[in-house]
Structure formats: structure tokens, C-alpha cells
């Protein structure tokens, strides 16, 4: 406890999305067994999961959901090493919580 996280968590959030929205597919599923239905539920799924709601109807190629993302960048911390959100425009809702520095 008290060390900052380390990198090969960062993905950790997206792979529990997907593992949200392999359940929601074959929750909904008309027959989960059946793999054209199992496909035809994920083309029409938009789970709300732990990175956001994942839309796998629009596209731009089918069955792709676009994940809005922010901008992060690691920085110098009393404590060690620490992720800085430095960008959030395309989730203004996520606050910021350092600035963007150039490489040292």
C-alpha cells in the first residue's frame, strides 16, 4: 500500500470492458451458443461498462465502439512517478490534475 500503481495495470480498466461486454453479449444473445446470434448481439450492444459506454453499432467500420479518451502523462511526484490527466477534451467531465511539461 502507498506505491503508486505500476504500468501494466494502465490497460486493466479497457480488458474489464471487454470482459463486460463479452457478458452483456451473451447475456442478450437469442441463443448464446449459436455464433451468428452471439456476433448479432455484440453488432447491437452498448454496454455501460467501467471505461464508459461502449457503442458497437455506429462504428466507423461496423462493430467497433470508439472509446473517448484523455490525456495522460507520467510526472514527477513527491512520491515517485505519478499518472497526470493533461487533457480532457473529449471528457471534459474527467478533471485535470497536472499540466503538460516537455521531456526532460
Do not use: C, F, K
Amino acid at each position: 500500500m502507498g506505491r503508486s500503481w505500476s504500468v501494466p495495470a494502465a490497460p486493466l480498466g479497457l480488458a474489464h470492458a471487454l470482459v463486460e461486454t463479452a457478458h452483456h453479449a451473451l447475456t442478450v444473445a437469442a441463443d448464446p451458443t449459436d455464433r451468428a446470434s452471439l456476433a448479432q448481439a455484440l453488432a447491437d450492444t452498448t454496454p455501460d461498462t467501467i471505461a464508459g459506454t461502449l457503442d458497437w453499432t455506429g462504428g466507423p467500420p461496423p462493430d467497433t465502439a470508439l472509446l473517448p479518451l484523455v490525456g495522460g502523462q507520467w510526472q514527477h511526484g513527491p512520491d515517485g512517478p505519478r499518472l497526470a490527466v493533461v487533457s480532457n477534451t473529449a471528457l471534459p467531465d474527467v478533471p485535470l490534475t497536472g499540466e503538460l511539461t516537455p521531456a526532460r
